[in-house]
């Protein structure tokens, strides 16, 4: 069993639409939870980044962290066609110096 | 302005080629990764430095090396020892010290056995 998981899609949505994506995970000591946007054949980005449980909310996304059910979600509203992209969840432990990485969702927005 | 360079872009080997990719950043940070990403599998790391002349392996280190002289360069051999070197490598670099999770990454380099 992978430490991260995270369904690889491919996601297709009309444009406008509430898009979720999740990512669950094995290892009880990750602290620090992260979403990452790669556009095709580009390198990965930060987009989103919490510490804990809660939420996180930035213009038009919002990131879940459910650390009791070991679930993580990003949700983007009214989703645009730029919004097309690979989705990567990515976690750490306290203290330690590199990120465990889900497989990535493939999300594309039609016009 | 601030980055990672990689290079190549794109990269053609014949099989039991040794290949090196290169990674630049300027961004003063300490640590530097590299990951391979195949589909489906997101990202895996290699090896990873936090300082210099120090690195230390990653999850999937058979069959590359790493060296690091100098606080900027990261570069990656995939030696003729990787069964299956076709893929999308990922050189990335990070503050050290109270890890945050933000990874700065290059654009990537494609690497195709033939």
């Known amino acids: 069993q992978k430490e991260v998981e995270q369904d690889p899609g491919p996601l297709s949505v009309p444009e406008g639409a509430i898009v979720s994506l999740n990512c669950t995970y094995s290892n009880s000591a990750f602290q620090y939870f992260m979403w990452y946007r790669q556009y095709s054949r580009k390198g990965p980005e930060l987009l989103m980044y919490t510490y804990s449980s809660g939420n996180k909310e930035d213009g038009r996304f919002t990131a879940q962290v459910d650390k009791s059910s070991k679930y993580i979600s990003l949700f983007i509203r009214d989703s645009q066609p730029s919004d097309s992209a690979t989705y990567l969840c990515a976690m750490s432990e306290k203290g330690a110096q590199k990120l465990v990485f889900g497989q990535g969702t493939r999300l594309t927005i039609n016009p | 302005d601030g980055g990672i360079t990689q290079s190549p872009k794109y990269l053609f080997r014949k099989e039991g080629q040794n290949v090196t990719l290169s990674c630049e950043q300027n961004l003063n940070h300490d640590a530097m990764y590299w990951y391979r990403q195949d589909p489906g599998q997101g990202l895996r790391l290699i090896y990873y430095s936090q300082i210099v002349n120090d690195f230390q392996k990653g999850d999937i280190a058979e069959g590359y090396s790493v060296s690091r002289e100098k606080k900027e360069s990261f570069p990656l051999t995939v030696t003729s020892a990787q069964k299956n070197p076709t893929a999308f490598y990922l050189c990335?670099?990070?503050?050290?010290?109270?890890?945050?999770?933000?990874?700065?990454f290059g654009e990537g380099s494609r690497l195709t056995v033939l």
């Open positions: 990335a670099s990070s503050t050290r010290g109270l890890f945050t999770g933000e990874l700065f």
